[in-house]
């Protein structure tokens, strides 16, 4: 823990792995103790970080991570809507056949079955989606988004989804 000393930037993916069939909110309390102790840690050994959590379920995290440190609540937050956007964007991309890059995808809400995808505010090269796809199509991708973090978990086998979590994590830390 003491390579952490001083660091700009801390990114807390520690904790269990959902599995399949698992909910984020089931590694709430085991996930809870461990985000404490590395928490105090940034807390004492890099107090003027910036803190990206990674663990689930990330918005509880997130929360606990911020009162735990004592920052401010524009130094701590979690990278989840970054995923969720990013997922959407893929499931555009493949029902449109066009590069992820050119669509800027928008989702709000918690990182969880309870995201927002947002297909007004979501456009491809400026235009909007609803322009290219009709409700009902918009409306399966919204769904497939919803459940995409579980698909992947399941596909995996041993659970867990770390493929796209990492790379939302360097778009983060690059935007920082």
Request: proline share 4%.
């Amino acid at each position: 823990i003491g390579e952490i000393k001083n660091s700009d930037i801390v990114v807390i993916t520690a904790g269990l792995t959902r599995k399949p069939g698992m909910t984020r909110e089931a590694l709430l309390h085991k996930n809870a103790q461990i985000l404490k102790d590395i928490c105090l840690n940034i807390k004492k050994l890099a107090s003027q970080s910036i803190v990206i959590v990674v663990t689930n379920p990330l918005d509880l995290m997130t929360r606990l991570a911020l009162e735990i440190t004592g920052f401010k609540p524009n130094r701590v937050f979690g990278m989840g809507i970054t995923l969720d956007a990013a997922r959407f964007a893929n499931l555009i991309s493949k029902e449109l056949k066009i590069p992820c890059l050119d669509i800027e995808a928008c989702v709000i809400g918690s990182h969880s079955e309870g995201m927002l995808p947002l297909p007004r505010f979501t456009n491809i090269k400026g235009v909007a989606l609803d322009e290219f796809l009709d409700d009902k199509k918009i409306d399966t991708l919204i769904k497939k988004t919803l459940k995409r973090g579980a698909e992947i978990v399941s596909l995996l086998g041993s659970g867990s989804a770390y493929f796209a979590p990492s790379a939302a994590i360097a778009e983060i830390t690059k935007i920082i």
